[in-house]
């Protein structure tokens, strides 16, 4: 089982490697770390960038998560998709071009439970062929249900590697549980999960000592889950409900050289750069490191297409409440803000312009189907 390791003389080579990346430098040396990540992702990855988008089902949640918009605590609008509402967005998505999605949903087993999550993503992969997952933590038997119903990716952010830290954030509801959330990972690899992405939520914690854990835990993974592909993210907080302010600061140019750093070291793994982040920096980082962004995001349930506006409800400390006259017209509320506003194309348009090429699908399941037929029919004539 993974545990951090806080001392720096007990890291091992690798993620010594790593920290040593992160340390202050010159312009002149960033230049040439951003140099060095560029060719190392053309070697690794070729000029493909994959594009995906998020598509909540619910904003329902039990937790109690201090900074999350989707907080228990947090009196916003919300509601879950029936599984016809999320067929409707999912057929918006792929008109954009999508044939990458990753559900989002969370936890709250009234709303999100009995196989819905199953419902949904066998709903979607006859038009979606790459469904990843971003919900609840689960046992590996209800991941195993969740591959066999097409699922192909799970994400799971430990938010914070600092167990300390993680208790203050988490006040209260399932997600309290810090080694059940860092476990996840590795049920899911055992359940068939063929990618995962782990991350962490940039502002709890000082950047630095986050970013090497984070490193540590995918070294780990990657021997532990050496079968399945990894990515790896760096969000950072955004505005949302509750109002929550960052700890920790993470600049812009920190920002960069943290992924520098990763790709210098990581070389294979995948790095996802979302709509969290600003039109500029995201333009000036897709050639150098990045492999998969988000685009034209909404973080809402029915945000694309406004389904689920006739289940609309106020929540009060996690108590139903009926929308009032103040609340006419509203929608769902967002998890966080976002930050690049562009549209799918506008986005596909800005990768073309630096010489990369727009990845709208790179998967689907008939590829296992035809690897696991007979040589003899796949012989050609």
């Given amino acids: 089982m993974f545990s951090v390791v806080t001392d720096p003389a007990s890291y ?15 312009d002149g040396r960033l230049e040439a770390m951003a140099a060095e990540s560029a060719h190392l992702t053309r070697c690794h990855f070729g000029n493909a960038m994959r594009l995906f988008a998020p598509l909540y089902v619910s904003n329902e949640c039990i937790n109690s998560c201090t900074y999350c ?7 916003i ?16 998505l792929r008109g954009q071009g999508f044939r990458n999605v990753l559900l989002v949903a969370g936890e709250h087993p ?38 066999r119903a097409g699922a ?25 549980d810090y080694a059940w959330r860092l476990a996840c990972p590795e049920r899911a690899y055992d359940a068939g999960f063929r990618r995962i992405g782990i991350g962490a939520l940039f502002g709890l914690c000082d950047w630095r000592s986050e970013a090497i854990a984070l490193m540590q835990h995918l070294e780990y993974l ?15 907080l955004r505005p949302c409900a509750g109002e929550y302010e960052p700890r920790f600061i993470l600049d812009d140019r920190d920002f960069s050289q943290l992924i520098f ?11 996802i750069l979302s709509t969290r982040e600003p039109q500029p920096l995201r333009d000036g980082l897709m050639p150098l490191g990045v492999t998969m962004m988000s685009a034209g995001s909404h973080t809402e349930p029915g945000g694309y297409t406004g389904q689920g506006e006739e289940s609309l409800h106020l929540t009060v400390r996690g108590r139903q409440v009926p929308l009032g006259d103040a609340q006419a017209g ?16 506008e986005v596909a348009d800005a990768l073309r312009n630096r010489g990369l090429e727009a990845v709208w699908k790179d998967w689907d399941s008939a590829i296992l189907a035809a690897s696991e037929m007979p040589a003899e029919l796949l012989s050609v004539e």
């Fill in 330 to 345: 509203a929608k769902a509320s967002e998890q966080f803000e976002i930050a690049d506003e562009r549209s799918p194309a």
């Fill in 12 to 26: 091992s080579p690798l993620v010594k490697r790593f920290a040593s990346f992160l340390a202050p430098v010159s």
């Fill in 261 to 271: 750093a990763t790709r210098m070291c990581f070389p294979e793994v995948g790095i």
């Fill in 77 to 92: 609008v919300r509601v879950t998709l029936e599984v016809d509402q999320l067929r409707r967005e999912a057929e918006y």
């Fill in 222 to 236: 990657l021997k532990r889950c050496w079968k399945a592909q990894f990515t790896v993210s760096f969000p950072r």
């Fill in 69 to 75: 918009g989707f907080s228990r605590e947090n009196s």
């Fill in 152 to 176: 192909e990716a799970l994400i799971v952010y430990q938010e914070t590697y600092d167990p300390v830290v993680y208790a203050e954030l988490h006040t209260a509801g399932p997600k309290r």
């Fill in 110 to 147: 009234k709303f999100v439970s009995n196989g819905y999550l199953e419902r949904c993503v066998r709903a979607l992969v006859p038009e979606i062929p790459g469904v990843a997952l971003e919900v609840a933590p689960m046992e590996r038997e209800e991941y195993e249900a969740l591959v």
